[in-house]
């Protein structure tokens, strides 16, 4: 796609989707440049635990639509290294792309140790705190990305936790075993 058509494409989907950009703002957080990469989103007050931070919204899209999508983002991060996922999966039929400009929480980083997880309730996605979260905190969350291509994904959260590399906590034991395994 072109930049003209990409543009095209937002225009397009501001139009469509106005509604959700009410949706998508939030009291508790902004955009910041980010310590961890790129912009990232910071909390701009005290934040108690399980509270919903920010609504993740974005095009619904079937799955259809998604592959094609999640190739042509493929085929992006092949030219540019730009790896960016925005696609979320919301049940065997729908996704969710949150690659829309109105949706700030697509700006949020991961981190091997988040203090946020995304909550799919009903037709919407979610970011619920983990935990107490200070003023100025910068927001993350699991990405969950596959094991597979983990070499393409190094993780610069900067936690004490940091495995490395972005991936699923659930397979974290698989990951220490290969990495274990390099020479
Ligand atoms: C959805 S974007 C998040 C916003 C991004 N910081 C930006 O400015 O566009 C996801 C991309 O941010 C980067 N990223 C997010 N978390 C990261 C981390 N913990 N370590 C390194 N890069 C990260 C990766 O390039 C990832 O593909
Ligand atoms: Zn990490």
């Known amino acids: 796609m072109t930049d003209d058509q990409e543009l095209e494409r937002e225009a397009k989907l501001v139009r469509k989707f106005k509604k959700y950009f009410k ?54 991060s092949e030219e540019n290294g730009d790896a960016a996922v925005y696609i979320f999966t919301l049940d ?16 949020i980083n991961h981190s091997c140790d988040p203090n946020c997880e995304a909550w799919t309730i009903g037709q919407q996605i979610f970011i619920h705190s983990l935990r107490d979260i200070k003023e100025g905190e910068e927001l993350t969350f699991d990405y969950g990305f596959d094991i597979e291509c ?11 936790h940091c495995i490395g590399y972005i991936v699923s906590q659930e397979q974290w034991p698989e990951l220490r075993a290969k990495l274990a395994a390099k020479p």
């Not at 983990?150 to 004490?160: A, I, Q, R």
């Open 23 to 76: 949706r998508s703002q939030s009291d508790l957080c902004e955009v910041r440049g980010s310590i961890i990469h790129g912009r990232g989103v910071y909390a701009t007050q005290d934040i108690a635990p399980e509270v919903e931070v920010i609504e993740y919204v974005g095009e619904p899209i079937n799955k259809e639509t998604s592959e094609d999508r999640a190739w042509d983002q493929y085929a992006k």
């Open 150 to 160: 983990y070499e393409d994904h190094p993780c610069l959260c900067g936690s004490d």
């Open 92 to 107: 065997d039929k729908w996704d969710i792309d949150g690659n829309v400009p109105w949706n700030i929480a697509r700006l």
